[in-house]
């Protein structure tokens, strides 16, 4: 099994940052790609950013140029990192982190809340 817990959602007006963490524990070699999604009220979970563990990384057209998405890899425990620039309104939405091992299982976290707003 593997954990997966984010941290890092709040408030913030236009034009701010936030910087959202996943860490992932548990049986994590099987996993290869990570990556964090969203979905805002009334719409399906769409792909914001991936990251392979080579270090591959995948953009939704919406962020690229805004956000940046970084992978820690160590022993036991693997760090997610989605770093949030000139956030627009159109960016809230629960985000979740997601682990996809080689045989393309997914496993997810609890979601945490983003909202821009004035």
């Known amino acids: 099994q593997v954990q997966l817990v984010e941290s890092g959602g709040g408030l913030v007006q236009p034009g701010g940052s936030l910087r959202l963490s996943c860490t992932a524990s548990?049986?994590?070699?099987?996993?290869?790609?990570m990556g964090w999604y969203r979905q805002a009220p009334g719409k399906e979970r769409a792909l914001v950013a991936t990251?392979?563990?080579?270090?591959?990384?995948?953009?939704a057209d919406s962020v690229k140029g805004r956000f940046t998405i970084l992978r820690d890899n160590a022993v036991n425990m693997v760090t997610l990192t989605l770093q949030m620039n000139s956030l627009k309104p159109e960016d809230t939405a629960v985000y979740y982190c997601?682990?996809?091992?080689?045989?393309?299982?997914?496993?997810w976290g609890q979601g945490t809340q983003v909202t821009v707003s004035s």
């Open positions: 997601n682990g996809k091992t080689w045989s393309l299982n997914d496993y």
């Open positions: 548990g049986n994590i070699l099987p996993i290869n790609t």
């Open positions: 990251i392979t563990r080579s270090g591959n990384t995948n953009y």
